[in-house]
């Protein structure tokens, strides 16, 4: 994450935080980060570099005004007064992962051979929560290169239930007599 980003998406919590709007300015904030990820138009607008900030601003304060907190949309005229608003995806996800650290939410990726079901999501949810001690996001994709078992990276830890992996620690283990 870059110094800009860094400044910016730390003064948009303090900002919300000291006004007591800091829930309400992330559900803005994961509602832009959507609406700029489904809108390539807005997405263009907000990343054209030859637009006027004052020509930004009149366009998101006609998108946005009374639909977000005021803390938002100041922040927005923000960016666009100090020409920062090509960073506000990459601010909006800082955001995000910065609210999930306060709420003590880690995202674990799992990447499995099959889809798994409902109930081993739960299982493996429950076991990762214990594991971190935090409350566990899921995110899961099917790798068809697995044979058989899953893959799960929490943080910097990899966990690796793959078939292939356990046989390698089976026949090292007959190897050395462990």
């Known amino acids: 994450m870059s110094g800009v980003v860094e400044r910016y998406t730390g003064a948009l919590a303090d900002a919300a935080e000291e006004r007591g709007v800091l829930e309400q300015v992330a559900k803005d904030a994961a509602g832009l980060a959507e609406l700029l990820e489904s809108s390539d138009e807005l997405k263009s ?19 946005l ?15 666009c007064e100090k020409r920062r608003e090509r960073s506000l995806a990459e601010i909006l996800d800082a955001f995000s992962t910065l609210m999930d650290e306060k709420r003590g939410i880690v995202t674990a990726t799992v990447q499995s051979a099959q889809e798994l079901t409902d109930s081993q999501r739960d299982q493996l949810t429950e076991r990762l929560a214990k594991f971190s001690g935090k409350q566990i996001r899921l995110e899961t994709e099917v790798d068809p290169r697995l044979k058989a078992g899953f893959i799960a990276r929490l943080g910097d830890q990899v966990f690796d239930g793959t ?7 089976l026949h090292h283990n007959l190897r050395t007599g462990v």
């Open 65 to 79: 005004e009374g639909k977000v907190q005021k803390v938002t949309l100041s922040f927005l005229l923000l960016l």
């Open 163 to 169: 078939v292939e992996s356990m046989l390698n620690r």
């Open 45 to 63: 607008f907000v990343e054209e570099p030859f637009a006027l900030p004052s020509q930004k601003q009149a366009v998101l304060r006609g998108l």
